[in-house]
C-alpha cells in the first residue's frame, strides 16, 4: 500500500496522520488480507465514515452497530469512546457530529504560516500578531469569500451500509413557502445590493490602510 506507519518526521512528529489513516481505509479488502483482520477493519471504515460525514446520523442503528463491531474484542480508551459512547456524543450534539470537525480549524495553519512568515512585521510579537490577525480577518470576510473561485474537490460515494446509518434528508419546502420567500428575496435584493459596493469599498479601503 505504500504506507509509512510510526515512521518519525522531523519537525512534524510521525507518519500516523489523516492521509495515512484515508488510504489504510480506502481498500478494506487489501487491508484485512495485509493485516490478518476481516470484519473489524470494514465495521470501522463504516463507522469513520458515517463520522465524518456531515450529515444527521440515526442514533440507534449507529449504536447497535458500533455494539456489534466491539462486543468481542479489547480495545484502547479513543476506541471505546467511539464505539460504545459514540452514539450518547452525538445524541447529545447541536449539530451533525462531522460538522464538528477541527480539519477546517487545521487547513488554516499553512495559511497563517505563510501571513507570519510573509505579510507581517517582525520587530514585535505584538506587530506580528496583529497583521496575522488583519490577514485572517480578510480572508475570512464574507464578501471576498463570496468572489473567490472555489476549487473542484474529488468525492466518494457512501457505500450502502454508510447511508442505512444516515438519517434520510428533510423534505423539501412547499412551493407556497417558496413564492413567499422568493418575494421576500426580491425586496431585499434591492437594499443589499445598494450596500454591497460600499462594503466593497471599505473592505478595500481597510486592505490598503493596514497593509
Known amino acids: 500500500m505504500g504506507l509509512l506507519v510510526d515512521i518519525p518526521i522531523a519537525g512534524f512528529g510521525n507518519s500516523n496522520d489523516g492521509n495515512s489513516a484515508r ?3 480506502q481498500d ?9 483482520v476481516e470484519t473489524l477493519i470494514y465495521r470501522l471504515k ?18 447497535k452497530y458500533a455494539y456489534e463491531s466491539c462486543s468481542w474484542y479489547p480495545m484502547t480508551s479513543t476506541m471505546h469512546k467511539i464505539l460504545v459512547h459514540g452514539a450518547e456524543i452525538i445524541s447529545h450534539a447541536l449539530l451533525p457530529i462531522g460538522q464538528l470537525s477541527e480539519e477546517a480549524a487545521e487547513a488554516q495553519n499553512k495559511h497563517f504560516r505563510t501571513y507570519r512568515q510573509g505579510f507581517a ?6 506587530a506580528c500578531n496583529r497583521d496575522v490577525i488583519h490577514r485572517l480577518l480578510l480572508n475570512s470576510d ?4 463570496s468572489i473567490r473561485p472555489l476549487s473542484r474537490k474529488s468525492t466518494n460515494l457512501f457505500s450502502k451500509e454508510t447511508i ?17 420567500k422568493s ?7 434591492n437594499e443589499e445590493s445598494s450596500c454591497e459596493s460600499e462594503y466593497f ?8 490602510f493596514f497593509f
Open 121 to 126: 512585521r517582525k520587530f514585535s510579537r505584538d
Open 46 to 63: 463504516i463507522i469513520l465514515e458515517v463520522i465524518s460525514s456531515g450529515h444527521e446520523i440515526d442514533v440507534a442503528k449507529f449504536e
Open 142 to 145: 464574507p464578501l471576498l469569500t
Open 164 to 180: 442505512h446509518l444516515l438519517l434520510p434528508p428533510k423534505a423539501a419546502i412547499t412551493s407556497t413557502q417558496e413564492s413567499s
Open 201 to 208: 469599498f471599505s473592505v478595500a479601503s481597510y486592505y490598503l
Open 23 to 25: 488510504r489504510f481505509f
Open 183 to 189: 418575494v421576500h428575496e426580491d425586496e431585499e435584493l
Open 28 to 36: 478494506p479488502k487489501l487491508t484485512s488480507e495485509i493485516t490478518r
